[in-house]
């Protein structure tokens, strides 16, 4: 049975989906720039994870959004001289062809937030008539204080979520007269950019709202397991947490919170914000798909992955060495049910633990017989992608 880390209740539980669809949500990309190691290592972990799934009989619904209004995209654009909506469209099918040459398995459905603002109006009207936001000339911003549970996914203090807030893009734009500090913008009336019509006049959705909503219209009001980068726990997905419980009535709306550890360069967080990035495609200059993969999943995937080239050229002569032990597929290979299978994929369903089942692997590969080879074959294939 897998078993799965949950963030929020900071422990790891076998995974009992609510029906007979499993239904996954992942923050998806705010495309302002070309896809670096950290989207892929994230985007990766959820793709094996869903692989995972299906090959042991689930069906999956995965939705996976894109942030395509943000002040990142606004700040981004305006310092290029570019149109905000055509950098946006222009990244995102970068994004798009980076996943692609990566082997991912495409979410179901991938929701953009400019498309479903009506979804968002709807859940601020709620949210306003349950008594958990108010509006300040013009904007609607989410009252913490009527949360209990709030912070009890990210654990920080007032004090550091506070020091976490004034370093996000659209500080700025925050009303002073707020009720309190960390009170989060639902609705912003904006002095510039795109805006839209809305009950409380023109302007543009917050960014956390835009989550909530996306994940509620396309997969109904209880999830069985949300994910992104473990930047986002705060406070993105704290205040998900809120806005989306205080809306629906029901808690948990999700039942694990699945978060990937950051990519670092120099011992520092990769981010489009700091540029000290490393791309997706300069990266396939010097591997191949597979052996890309077989690097970024090659660690346990909530710690932080330092990223060093040395270590990607050896991961890629280890893929190398694992795809001529495994032999060519065939189409008849199929996982079966043999004792070096069974320990590879207790690995996968021990949280996911891909290095350890890549170790079974390579031990496995240089002994097995034919008939074990082809099982092998079909997960490193089929659920990992490394070969």
């Not at 949950?6 to 302002?32: A, H, M, N, Q, S």
């Not at 290592?41 to 959820?46: A, G, H, K, Q």
């Not at 905000?84 to 495409?106: H, T, V």
């Not at 989410?142 to 009890?152: D, H, L, M, P, Q």
Request: hydrophobic share 40%.
């Amino acid at each position: 049975m897998l078993r799965l880390y949950d963030t929020r209740r900071r422990g790891i539980f076998p995974f009992r989906p609510r029906g007979r669809e499993v239904t996954l949500y992942v923050c998806g990309v705010t495309p302002y720039d070309t896809t670096h190691l950290g989207h892929a290592r994230t985007y990766l972990t959820f793709d094996v994870l869903v692989r995972l799934l299906e090959a042991r009989g689930r069906t999956v619904r995965y939705a996976q959004n894109v942030t395509d209004i943000d002040e990142s995209i606004l700040q981004r654009a305006a310092r290029d001289g570019v149109a905000w909506d055509a950098l946006g469209k222009r990244e995102e099918r970068k994004f798009l062809e980076d996943m692609d040459r990566l082997g991912w398995r495409k979410p179901d459905v991938m929701p953009h937030a400019t498309r479903e603002i009506r979804y968002m109006h709807q859940l601020i009207r709620q949210l306003l008539e349950r008594g958990a936001a108010y509006v300040v000339d013009g904007s609607v911003y989410f009252s913490v204080a009527t949360e209990k549970r709030y912070g009890e996914l990210s654990r920080l203090s007032p004090a550091k979520m506070r020091a976490i807030l004034a370093t996000q893009d659209d500080a700025a734009l925050d009303e002073r007269r707020r009720r309190d500090p960390l009170d989060f913008a639902l609705w912003r009336s904006v002095p510039s950019g795109p805006t839209w019509p809305s009950p409380w006049g023109q302007g543009r959705p917050g960014w956390h709202i835009e989550c909530s909503a996306m994940a509620l219209h396309h997969l109904g009001d209880r999830i069985d397991i949300h994910g992104g980068g473990a930047d986002l726990i705060y406070p993105h997905h704290e205040d998900e947490i809120a806005q989306s419980e205080a809306c629906t009535g029901k808690c948990p709306v999700v039942g694990w919170w699945v978060h990937a550890g950051l990519v670092r360069l120099d011992m520092a967080k990769m981010s489009k914000s700091d540029g000290n990035m490393v791309f997706v495609r300069d990266a396939l200059t010097r591997a191949s798909p597979e052996a890309l993969r077989f690097y970024l999943l090659d660690s346990p995937y909530r710690r932080p992955f330092d990223h060093e080239e040395p270590r990607l050229a050896r991961a890629a002569a280890r893929q190398a060495t694992l795809a001529a032990d495994l032999g060519r597929p065939t189409r008849s290979d199929a996982i079966g049910r043999d004792a070096a299978t069974r320990r590879v994929l207790a690995a996968l369903e021990d949280d996911l633990n891909v290095a350890r089942a890549i170790g079974r692997l390579e031990r496995s590969a240089r002994s097995a017989d034919e008939r074990v080879r082809a099982s092998l074959r079909a997960i490193a294939r089929g659920v990992l992608g490394i070969v």
